[in-house]
């Protein structure tokens, strides 16, 4: 395993794990090579060099690292299969189209259709939350829009490795409301295609009278080439990061 670790202060949520679970494979007896590079560093490298290695960091990092060795990225991930599933709509638009579709169709989930990461995904309430984020033309950006869930209690993320969770955790709301075991199978039954990725789904909680109804419900899926840590068994964690990188190779 050669791996290139991101020293700018961004990426220490993932280096530092990663840097753990180096010792413990090491322990083991494992061969494991570890370099580092800053964000503008990338520039700098040899490219022949550094082409065996594994790139750990910000979603910039990697994909500089990608730029600078000649690896194309995947498109961002939309799981549309899982949206289906569960009979949530989803469509394809410019803001500008959703400035003339009726008041109803905020709120809205949107994120990047096509540009990896170009924003973090949030959820518009009305035309106006875009002028928040004033660095986007959003003239040319294509948006991914999604029917927004209702009464979250708590989100939780899972890592999957080789089609299994290895860790499910909790990083928002309630962290005794948990999601069902049997939602999330049914999940990864329908959705499996990557050998490494995240799968992030929301507890719902309905009332009706005396009674709460609760549901899990997808919320998205995260590609494991740039994958911040919130939990669980770090060799897998960086095996997954590892095992993703390499899928991606294989396909160019």
Known sequence: MKLLLQTDWEAENMTDVVKQAVRQFK??????????????????????????????????FVKAFAEKVGVKLPDPIHATELLKLE?????????????????????????????LKKFTGFVAKSDKDFDLYPEIDWSTTKLFCTQVLENIVSEWRCYVL?????????????????????????MLFNYNPLVAFSLDVAVCVTSTGAVNARKTSFIEINDAFALGYYGGDVELYTKMLDLRWKEIIKTQ
């Open 162 to 186: 080789n089609g299994k969770v290895f860790a499910c955790v909790n990083y928002s709301g309630e962290p005794l409301e948990f999601p069902s075991r049997g939602h999330i199978q049914n």
């Open 27 to 60: 322990w083991k007896g494992d061969k494991v090579e570890v370099q580092y590079s800053s964000l503008f560093g990338i520039r700098m490298m040899n490219k022949n060099e550094m082409v065996f290695f594994t790139p750990i960091g910000t979603v910039e």
């Open 87 to 115: 009979g949530r709509e989803y469509w394809k638009d410019y803001r500008k189209e959703l400035i003339g579709k009726t008041p109803g169709m905020y709120p809205v989930f949107v994120k990047p259709l096509k540009e």
